[in-house]
C-alpha cells in the first residue's frame, strides 16, 4: 500500500522560509508526485508538481519564483522548498502521486498525505 508522509510545516513570519518534505513508502512504481494546498472554506488548489526523473517541473503562477520542488529518489522523498512566504501561503500542505502524467487537478493523483499546516504570520 501507497503511504505519503508530510512533514516540515509550521508558524513563520513573511518573508520566512520553510521546507517541506514527502517520504513516499510502499511502492516500486515511478510515480509523478505534487503539492497541493487548501486554506480553511477553499478548495484544494495545486502548488507545484514534478515528474519521476525530476526532468520536468510545474508550479502555479501564485508560487513561480518563490517556490521549488525536487525530489531524491533514493530516498523516496519529495521537498518543497518555500521562500519569500507570504500570509495567503497559509494553508494545509498535503503531497500528492500519481502514475497518470503530472497535471493541476486533484483528480489526475492517485494517493494523497495526510497534509502538513504552513501558518504565515504578517
Known amino acids: 500500500q501507497v503511504q505519503l508522509v508530510e512533514s516540515g510545516g509550521g508558524l513563520v513570519q513573511a518573508g520566512g522560509s520553510l521546507r517541506l518534505s514527502c517520504v513516499v513508502s510502499g511502492t516500486a512504481s515511478r510515480y509523478g508526485m505534487g503539492w497541493f494546498r487548501q486554506a480553511p472554506g477553499k478548495e484544494r488548489e495545486f502548488v507545484a508538481a514534478i515528474t519521476w526523473s525530476g526532468g520536468a517541473t510545474s508550479y502555479a503562477d501564485s508560487v513561480k519564483g518563490r517556490f521549488t520542488i525536487s525530489r531524491d529518489n533514493v530516498k523516496n522523498t519529495v521537498y518543497l522548498q518555500m521562500n519569500s512566504l507570504k500570509p495567503e501561503d497559509t494553508a494545509v500542505y498535503y503531497c500528492?502521486?500519481?502514475?497518470?502524467?503530472?497535471?493541476?487537478?486533484?483528480?489526475?493523483?492517485?494517493?494523497w498525505g495526510q497534509g502538513t499546516q504552513v501558518t504565515v504570520s504578517s
Open positions: 500528492a502521486a500519481t502514475n497518470r502524467g503530472i497535471g493541476v487537478l486533484t483528480s489526475q493523483y492517485n494517493y
